[in-house]
């Protein structure tokens, strides 16, 4: 299973980008996957998650109403729209995986519990 994020950059304040994070490989038919971001100098920080086969999702305060995260299956694409960006919202994101389906798994994602990374990707917000 390989993740591959795109989509980071660089905007000012106010701006908005739209990540991507596509799954490839041996994957399951159900799957959570979660956003995730990490400032220099500070620990990974949960996002957002949502399970591709309800469409479910679970958004950490810190975010909602700003960001929202979205899934295209026939893609294996998740998305991160991510509105009105501030300064503070500088780091490297990334998107996680947990293969299989279940009652907690969004609860798991948001605990920062997955079972595949992606290689990140640099949003920078300029004020």
């Known amino acids: 299973v390989q993740l591959v994020e795109s989509g980071g950059g660089s905007v000012q304040t106010g701006g908005s980008l739209r990540l991507s994070c596509t799954i490839s490989g041996n994957t399951v038919n159900e799957y959570t996957i979660g956003w995730f971001r990490q400032a220099r100098g500070t620990e990974r920080e949960p996002l957002a998650c949502?399970?591709?086969?309800?469409?479910?999702?679970r958004y950490a305060g810190s975010v909602q109403g700003r960001f929202t995260i979205s899934s295209d299956n026939a893609k294996k694409t998740v998305y991160l729209q991510m509105n009105s960006l501030k300064p503070e919202d500088t780091a490297v994101y990334y998107c996680g995986v947990l293969l299989g389906a279940g009652l907690q798994t969004k609860a798991v994602v948001m605990g920062g519990v997955v079972d595949r990374w992606g290689q990140g990707t640099q949003v920078t917000v300029s004020s």
């Open positions: 949502i399970n591709n086969w309800d469409d479910s999702t």
